[in-house]
């Protein structure tokens, strides 16, 4: 793992290469982040949810939200602080996967080559307004796993992530967890904008791309996630992120 971390200016730089699996336990930062993928997929969770960050995608985290990561397959890891004072109201307000642009990925690389960026330089000044422009045009892409509250709807969730590839109607795994299927379609709705089945679809293509990461076929891990057919995971992983499984990774 290597580590190169700059304080100074209107924004700040972080590099780590981490192997799979590595978790980064819960903390959070008085500045925004933006975190760049550039090979590997991470998982990133806060209390509303988890977010999947393909190779080559970013992630938004405002400041002052607790989150976590989680690597899966070996991560190289690029990450830019922006104070929040120089963002302004241009900033995004939640979490988000984003895509990343050639033009904001070399933004990226050479910040983090330069340490940061001081606005009292005159040529770093102009790439931070560069930066704070495209980060006031950051589209949410990818996959968002909300998180249901409510206990009833926990215990189905849980069910469901210890085995996505589990089909039975929501009756059938609605039993022993306290509501019937109604109640919980009504649950999954309000506490994560989602009918069920759209949750438990989400899940399942976050389970397959951290499986992939980690090395896995995409016929086994299409499989293993529940997909009926590995042209059927294929298809939702392109609507999702506009390539195949191998072109994505094979970027990572």
Do not use: K
């Amino acid at each position: 793992m290597s580590r190169t971390r700059h304080r100074r200016g209107c924004v700040r730089s972080l590099a780590y290469d981490y192997a799979s699996g590595h978790r980064v336990v819960p903390h959070r930062h008085t500045w925004h982040q933006l975190v760049y993928a550039v090979r590997g997929v991470m998982t990133l969770s806060t209390s509303s949810g988890s977010w999947i960050v393909p190779a080559n995608r970013g992630v938004w985290v405002p400041a002052h939200v607790e989150h976590a990561i989680r690597m899966s397959g070996a991560v190289h890891m690029r990450t830019l602080y922006l104070d929040p004072r120089a963002t302004g109201a241009r900033a995004p307000r939640e979490c988000r996967v984003v895509d990343v642009s050639p033009l904001l990925r070399e933004l990226i690389v050479e910040i983090v080559a330069r340490g940061g960026l001081d606005r009292r330089v005159a040529h770093e000044r102009h790439l931070a307004d560069v930066l704070f422009d495209h980060v006031g045009a950051l589209r949410a892409i990818g996959v968002h796993l909300p998180e249901p509250r409510d206990a009833r709807a926990r215990r189905v969730a849980d069910r469901l992530a210890d085995d996505p590839a589990d089909a039975r109607p929501l009756a059938a795994i609605a039993r022993g967890s306290g509501a019937s299927a109604r109640t919980l379609q009504r649950l999954f709705r309000a506490e994560t904008g989602m009918t069920f089945d759209a949750w438990r679809r989400q899940l399942r293509l976050s389970h397959a791309l951290t499986r992939l990461a980690a090395g896995g076929s995409v016929t086994e891990v299409a499989l293993d996630a529940g997909y009926a057919s590995v042209s059927a995971f294929v298809s939702i992983f392109r609507r999702t992120f506009g390539e195949t499984p191998g072109r994505v990774l094979a970027r990572g």
